[in-house]
T-cell receptor, first 113, second 112 residues
């Protein structure tokens, strides 16, 4: 296992299109986090899962955003009807329960044109 | 929402110089983490500090957690070009969710 894997690394889409990103966490990690990072800012928390349960969602996560982790392993983040303001780096991280060390993937860079 | 303020926002120094980066909040955290992020990559955890007043050293990097667990500092001695990157602090609250809440980061450039 080489760490947290995100796919794709880069995505360019037209405004109004839907996009889906995938995150594969470290295999023994039961916690999975999604963050969004824009230029000049630190990562902003979006949501997190413990196993397949989505336990917390940020107010930043509008109804156009949905995240799933159906089998408690990989997760997907879907953005519907993308807007230019959605352009950002979307980061996924994973950790073990009761362990504060989170491991981040390389991110998916989304550009909405 | 707990707010973490980092200063300075940007730092440009020559190789060999020392520097200190600060992370401050009005909130108390159960622990605080420092990450380093390179362009186009995800953040990488450097250290977690848990106890008020705690000091941890990682080679040329010294991390300190404030006595009241509201602030932290990162000191780099004799900076090298390989230290260039975005340094992020993240606070973790008590309660078991362990969700890191990040500051805006300090962008460090070390010139040869």
């Amino acid at each position: 296992d080489t760490g947290v894997s995100q796919d794709p690394r880069h995505k360019i889409t037209k405004r109004g299109q839907n996009v889906t990103f995938r995150c594969d966490p470290i295999s023994e990690h039961n916690r999975l986090y999604w963050y969004r990072q824009t230029l000049g800012q630190g990562p902003e928390f979006l949501t997190y899962f413990q196993n397949e349960a989505q336990l917390e969602k940020s107010r930043l996560l509008s109804d156009r955003f949905s995240a799933e982790r159906p089998k408690g392993s990989f997760s997907t983040l879907e953005i519907q009807r993308t807007e230019q303001g959605d352009s950002a780096m979307y980061l996924c991280a994973s950790s073990q329960q009761w362990n504060t060390e989170a491991f981040f993937g390389q991110g998916t860079r989304l550009t909405v044109v | 929402t707990q707010l973490l303020e980092q200063s300075p926002q940007f730092l440009s120094i020559q190789e060999g110089e020392n520097l200190t980066v600060y992370c401050n909040s009005s909130s108390v955290f159960s622990s605080l983490q420092w990450y380093r992020q390179e362009p186009g990559e995800g953040p990488v955890l450097l250290v977690t500090v848990v106890t008020g007043g705690e000091v941890k050293k990682l080679k040329r990097l010294t991390f300190q957690f404030g006595d009241a667990r509201k602030d932290s500092s990162l000191h780099i001695t004799a900076a090298q070009t390989g230290d260039t990157g975005l340094y992020l602090c993240a606070g973790l609250s008590s309660g078991g969710s362990y969700i890191p809440t990040f500051g805006r980061g300090t962008s460090l450039i070390v010139h040869p």
